[in-house]
């Protein structure tokens, strides 16, 4: 229930990081998603990798659209900064507040439906202009917030629980990431925390624009056989679809598998998610390898995971723009208003 929220009393004797917080200092409210959802998961990770790299969380600045993935960021990092945005707007939004402060760590939470339809030229743009971020998509394949329509992530030949199939191709954002240009691309599964806590510390640690595709399952309306982003890999069908008046209520699921490993993860209906983990001395540094490593595997019917892409040297779009060290909300009237002289000499350089 949305009213109730979690207790401000914590134990004495919570371990405490090295700038003095517990664990539950970067919680949230108490999350209103369906019981067993993995986006639940994905906030448990980011609290997690936040606390771990010793983050003040004051220094964060969390941003969202619209979606279930979207409401996400009220349940984690309670004390930080943060705007929810109009549906598919969240990039600009975030470019906007990164070039006023540069000072601020900045994390962007969407899903499929608010990055890969209304919001992918904006996704597209903040990848391609290297906007310095994590951006963090949380994929289950439908709609949830609408009752389960088949978003732009759901594979070609998708079939529904009504028999309804999906004629359109799937959007790849991971693929989209490492063609316009994204410097730190990695995909996970919301149930492997094991290898989704390091990739989000990674993330918050890159210089550029850093993205990671997250398979969430939706327990009620895509996690069922044959699902493309079921609870534990949506194979070859995105199921959804489906009038639902009770929701049962289903566990966490998780797994944990070595680098090098595919597993199968059975779902709560018995379906299967494939995943294949990357071997330890997998390459991330070279861009075309990983898009062609990426496109064999899923040919078999497997969700590659793990680091796919990192440019160690790169840039973000304050270089690239050549903007002040001084973040642009602290200067003040004299630097804001030079005078007519400077603007002149701008003008002179533009024509």
């Not at 004495?12 to 409210?29: A, H, Q, S």
């Amino acid at each position: 229930m949305t009213y109730l929220t979690k207790p401000h009393l914590h134990h004495p004797t919570l371990t405490r990081n090295k700038v003095g917080y517990t664990r539950r200092d970067y919680e949230g409210k108490i999350s209103t998603l369906c019981a067993g959802c993995g986006h639940d998961s994905i906030s448990a990770a980011i609290i997690q990798a936040c606390w771990e790299l010793d983050i003040e969380p004051h220094r964060v600045a969390k941003m969202s659209g619209i979606g279930c993935s979207s409401k996400t960021p009220d349940y984690f990092l309670g004390a930080s900064h943060g705007f929810n945005t109009v549906h598919g707007r969240m990039p600009s939004v975030l470019t906007g507040a990164n070039l006023a402060n540069r000072d601020l760590l900045y994390l962007g939470i969407s899903g499929d439906g608010d990055s890969a339809s209304i919001g992918l030229g904006q996704f597209a743009n903040a990848m391609r202009r290297g906007v310095r971020m994590a951006y963090i998509v949380e994929n289950n394949g439908v709609y949830g917030l609408t009752k389960g329509q088949f978003s732009a992530t759901a594979d070609r030949g998708s079939k529904s629980k009504k028999g309804v199939i999906n004629k359109e191709s799937a959007v790849d954002l991971v693929g989209i990431a490492l063609q316009l240009g994204a410097t730190y691309v990695g995909r996970s599964f919301s149930g492997d925390k094991e290898q989704l806590v390091p990739l989000i510390k990674g993330a918050l640690g890159h210089g550029g624009a850093a993205f990671i595709d997250v398979i969430s399952p939706c327990v009620t309306f895509n996690n069922h056989s044959g699902s493309t982003k079921s609870y534990d890999y949506v194979r070859e069908h995105n199921e959804a679809v489906n009038r639902i008046d009770f929701m049962v209520t289903h566990s966490e699921i998780t797994t944990s598998y070595a680098p090098g490993e595919v597993t199968d993860v059975p779902q709560h209906d018995g379906s299967m998610l494939r995943l294949r983990k990357l071997h330890a001395d997998y390459d991330p540094t070279d861009r075309l390898a990983a898009m062609n490593y990426m496109n064999e595997r899923h040919s078999f019917g497997e969700v590659l995971t793990g680091l796919l892409y990192v440019d160690s040297h790169a840039s973000d779009l304050h270089s690239a723009l050549n903007t002040s060290r001084i973040p642009l909300n602290a200067l003040g009237v004299k630097e804001l208003t030079p005078g007519s002289a400077v603007l002149e000499k701008i003008n002179a350089g533009l024509r």
